[in-house]
């Protein structure tokens, strides 16, 4: 019976382990995330927030960490519209 007990306890340090990594990773990496938009110092045009890149679907958009409004550079519009002929409503509507 003590065994047992011993190999709860040790599943039960290691889920605690497991949980804190994992919390500490999240963490680093939003701060990666908050130095790299610092670094880059891109305001968003509405509300002067830090416009954060992100990849949606192999186009590097902008996102406001504030407002959360989307904003493209040159370029990034024409790949969207590219992507979506042929069937998205988004393709139709310019293209």
Same mark, same amino acid.
């Given at each position: 019976m003590p065994k047992d007990l011993t190999d709860r306890g040790n599943a039960l340090e290691n889920e605690y382990f497991h @949980? @804190? #990594?994992? #919390?500490? +990773?999240?963490k680093m990496k939003a701060k990666i995330q908050e130095d790299d938009a610092k670094r880059l110092g891109i305001k968003c045009p509405k509300c002067q927030g830090t416009? +954060? #890149?992100?990849d949606f679907e192999n186009i590097k958009i902008d +996102?406001?960490?504030m407002c959360s409004g989307v904003w493209l550079d040159a370029g990034e519009l024409t790949q969207v519209v590219d992507q979506e002929k042929g069937g998205g409503w988004f393709g139709n509507l310019f293209g």
């Open positions: @949980k @804190k #990594e994992q #919390e500490l +990773i999240a416009l +954060i #890149e992100a +996102i406001c960490n």
